[in-house]
């Protein structure tokens, strides 16, 4: 009998295959994570969000008033969208850093087993996002104006949480009619060479990174993938929850807190079976921004020497994904 081989995979798919982590990380089984879960309208939710973001830089919003319907309309037009002709999409790319991406990410030679949207988000509560010409704007907008309104509430509730006056002094560097916001819809389509890799072995779909901007608000269709490293280096998964939004901290609001909050790393990895659909909204200030602790404590010298959003955004581009791109800033 002739036993015809399977075709070997493509160099860009072994490129991407990561090995067994050492013990305790990988698929992060063996540490347990409890995602902090809080709702921003109760009593307690300032202190909730400054323990979570201290802890992991990271919570989900539960009981957060987003109506399902805009959710699923945006993710219903993306998936059309991801369905489409590639030379249809490739019309719309390659991403530089806006527009439609395949597997590339960045400008400096980083992968992932993925396909993307990039599209820039202004300040403005309504007809916010630069005309998508894929997706239909109506939906886009209302999306991300509700997705704002969480990012600023869970600024508000971090401010209040850690005494910064006024309340506002951080959601309103992002509802700044200038603010320099990014909105990305990422498909993870299924891995089949997963199959045929050993079961420790995973595939990179978005290399481990901190996101740049004050605070990322993230929301997936519930298939697994997503990976926070804890504190002490550890990798834990994020149990998927379709229902919530995922808060991320990014660099910008480390900076702002002086290392406080400190910004979340996170990956995600390829699924053998289910494609995974996540939307997410980079909450960033506008280019002339300057970026300096809004608190120090009697005594405490800022971390970090002045620059502005413009400045740091200039170096990110310059810059790997998994780089950690405050080091320059430091002091
Ligand atoms: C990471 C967070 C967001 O996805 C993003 C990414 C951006 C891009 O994809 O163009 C960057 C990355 C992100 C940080 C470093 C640079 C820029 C890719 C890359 C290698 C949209 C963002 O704002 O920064």
Known sequence: MVVLAKPPPALDQISLVRSPEPAGGGGG???PFSVPAVDLSSPGAALAVVDACERFGFFKVVNHGVPMRTVDTLEAEAVRFFASPQAEKDACGPADPLGYGSKRIGRNGDNGW??????AVGGHASSSVSSSPVLPSDAVD????????LATAALDAVAEGLGVAPRDALSRMVTDAASDGV????HYPPCPLLQRLPESCSVTGFGEHTDPQLVSVLRSNGTAGLQLALQDGRWVPVPPDRDAFFVFVGDSLQVLTNGRLKSVRHRVVANSLKP???????????PAQRMAPLLLGH????LYR????GDYKKAAYRSRLGDNRLDPFLI
């Open 29 to 31: 089984g063996a540490v």
């Open 114 to 119: 993925l396909e993307y949207l990039l599209l």
């Open 142 to 149: 209302e999306y991300v104006g509700a997705v704002r309104g």
């Open 183 to 186: 909105f990305r819809i990422n």
């Open 276 to 286: 995974r659909v996540s939307m997410i909204y980079f909450a960033g200030p506008a």
């Open 299 to 302: 005594g405490e010298q800022s």
């Open 306 to 309: 002045a620059f502005t959003w």
